[in-house]
């Protein structure tokens, strides 16, 4: 699944002049990234991987993009994996290294953007449209806020192609539901409606079709509302808290906050409240 098995795809998805298959908007502080083959449900080809990626590369590394939108056009967000590419890596697993090239796929190409956005300060939201499944299933629970419209549907179609829960997806899961909701998500393979998910804890909010890009730019406001410096922070800290133990999560916030002491967004909401009579210890 590397340059090796798909050269052309590959090279599509880094030439500038290919037909755009992620369509990016930007304005003021944050920016609308869709998945935009519709008529193929945004399947995760390889030019619309490669797509995607240069573009959140991009956006994570200007500081002025506070908050990023990643949802998908027409009927879908994402169908998932491309079959096609999985039938080539099938026919030619023998061939060069193996599977060896499909692990160098998943790893540099899913994984890498699983990893943009966990791990950059950017804030992203997933808007989920329709049907969400596989790796776009994945990338979209690894963001930090997902919505979902009234029509969305959770997919799990893991099991059913013989495949294991991927690119992330393990860890939501058993988090959100525990391990035997998990598993049982798993062996059932039932899809999910948007209001089920809200109640798993799979979304935060629900709300009508029309209005859903509407509730994503509110969550960016939000972001944008409050000091850069603290929701960057605050980011990796409750990131890594969900891993950590009382005593190491306490640890870490007492490292943390003396930084935000010595910011001016902090000294100025002191002077203010203490200029308006106000206390809060």
Not at 76 to 96: K, P, Q, V
Request: net charge negative; with cysteine.
């Amino acid at each position: 699944m590397s340059e090796a098995l798909y050269p052309g795809m590959v090279a599509e998805g880094d030439d500038p002049a290919a037909p755009r298959r992620v369509r990016v908007e930007r304005r003021d502080d944050r920016a609308v990234v869709t998945l935009d083959e519709p008529d193929r449900l945004n399947v995760l080809s390889a030019p619309l991987v490669r797509q995607l990626r240069h573009t959140l590369e991009n956006l994570v590394s200007d500081s002025a993009i506070r908050a990023v939108v990643l949802t998908g056009s027409g009927p879908g967000f994402s169908a998932g994996g491309d079959l096609r590419m999985m039938r080539t890596a099938i026919e030619r697993r023998y061939e060069a290294e193996g599977t060896a090239d499909v692990w160098r796929w998943i790893r540099r190409e899913f994984g890498g953007i699983a990893r943009l956005i966990a791990g950059s300060d950017t804030i992203f939201v997933a808007a989920l449209n329709g049907p969400a499944a596989g790796v776009g299933l994945a990338w979209a629970l690894t963001c930090d806020i997902t919505i979902a419209s009234e029509r969305a549907v959770i997919v799990p179609a893991f099991a059913r192609l013989g495949l294991i829960p991927e690119v992330g997806t393990s860890w939501a899961l058993t988090r959100r539901l525990g391990y035997q909701g998990a598993l049982a998500y798993y062996l059932k393979g039932d899809h999910i409606d948007a209001e089920t998910a809200q109640r798993l804890g799979l979304v935060q909010e629900v709300v009508a079709p029309d209005r859903l890009l509407e509730a994503a730019d509110a969550w960016c406001s939000r972001v944008a509302a409050l000091p850069a410096h603290a929701v960057a922070m605050a980011k990796p800290l409750l990131r890594t808290a969900a891993d950590a133990n009382w005593n190491d999560a306490l640890t870490l916030e007492e490292f943390a906050e003396p930084t935000c002491f010595t910011t001016a967004a902090f000294a100025d909401s002191v002077e203010g409240m203490l200029s308006g009579g106000t206390r809060t210890s």
